[in-house]
């Protein structure tokens, strides 16, 4: 039917110049419009050159050889290959870069990650940026590109569109200004869940920023109506996607030993800030779906609300995945709750992996369960 979880985490060898650029399944910017743009258009120029949001490394490769190239990457998925390809990297948000010392910054506009967080990597680009240094902007039109381009003009001083390809621009500017500081970068919300207070501390960037999404909130009710408070306390749970933590923290406060799983590092970052701020504890790996675990690894219950939001065959990739690491993870006559979208089509995918499922609930969403056969 789908893919396998073997499959998912392969990565797979392109030739390219001078060498081979790895890819697999979830990892973004390839077969991308948007890195095919800015990889056509990117000429070197000085010395360093950043790549800020890099995914699999596309769009600064033609710099490689000719300048100094450092790329900062938050998901783990794309920093496999960016690792396998030996580009240079490092995991950090886009706001963790070195001050005026580039004299180049590429920028593929993570538009999909909403204003905030394209505001946040815009003044960073601005600040790594060295006066008189340059900067490559892509981005979609029907993304919000104008709108940041201007913004990045505000930034920097003058810029131009050196490119259009159906709905994809690339335009190049030049740091005229001293950059201002960056925006505030923690936010916080209050929220009760499951009758508990809970303080929620998060960066930009995160899904479902400012409020807990009506998803997570009725897998919290379906898994309760299931197992109940008891049958939460004291087993092994994991939070597949667990994002800035809206199924983990609650899970731990009913003495859950929760181990949450995130592909993207500023989630991460979110989760421990805020398990920290309630006092709570969980094991928080940054990991491509189920990459950081042990081999063998199993738990009681695993709980997920996969992404689903942002368009693109990377997601559903990721939330096919989703459902293969439950079913290889999953202790005989454990249970696997999923929440989705009624026509996201998960149910051929559990009957297939568990022979069986449950629909516990259907509002705006729906919450399956299925359960590992007990062995003999």
Known sequence: MGMTLAEYHRLTPLPRPGGVLYVKPGARGYRDPVYEALQAAVAPFGQRALDLNPGVGLASLPLEGRMEVARLETSRAAFRCLQASGLEARLAPPWEAEENAFDLVVLALPAGRGTAYVQATLAAAARALRMGGRAYLAGDKNKGFERYFKEAQALLGYGTVLKRVGPVRVALLEKEREAPPLPPLWHQFQVRLLGEAFAFFHLPGVFSAGKVDRASVLLLEALLGEVGREGIQGRRILDLGAGYGALTLPLARLEGEVTALEDDLVSVLSLEGSLAENRLTARVLHSDVDEALTEGEVF?????????????????????????????????????????????????????????????????????????????
């Open 300 to 376: 009681d219950i695993i709980v997920t609300n996969p992404p689903f939001h942002v368009g693109g065959a990377v997601i559903l990739d990721v939330a096919q995945a989703f459902v293969e690491a439950a079913a290889a993870r999953l202790k005989p006559g454990g249970g696997f709750f999923l929440v989705a979208n009624p026509f996201l089509k998960y149910e051929p995918l559990l009957e297939e992996r568990f022979g069986a499922f449950r629909t516990l609930l259907v509002r705006e969403y729906k919450v399956l369960f299925a359960e590992k056969a007990k062995r003999g």
